[in-house]
């Protein structure tokens, strides 16, 4: 089974910077399977999971941590 985790890397420094957004599908393991950066924020919420860093990295690789955003709009309601 597979899962969809939005990821959102913002500035916390900087908030005139546009927030990025990376959709991955993961397997229940947590292995990566495909890696897609995304033109814009998504309007609806199609996401198991949300996940966020403000450090204001560019790329989610050169990203040392993520905070999970519980709640989040974009995440599907269970």
């Given amino acids: 089974m ?10 916390r420094l900087n908030l005139s910077q546009k927030p990025r957004f990376v959709a ?3 397997d229940e393991e947590g292995n990566i399977l495909k890696e897609q950066p995304l033109r814009g924020e998504p309007r609806d919420a199609r996401f198991e999971e949300v996940w966020e860093n403000d ?3 560019t790329s989610f ?3 040392n941590r ?3 955003r519980y ?8």
């Fill in 66 to 68: 993520f905070k999970r």
């Fill in 71 to 78: 709640r989040h709009p974009l995440e599907k309601k269970k």
């Fill in 2 to 11: 597979k899962r969809k985790i939005l990821i959102i890397l913002s500035n």
């Fill in 24 to 26: 991955l599908d993961c």
């Fill in 55 to 57: 450090d204001g990295k």
């Fill in 61 to 63: 690789s050169s990203c």
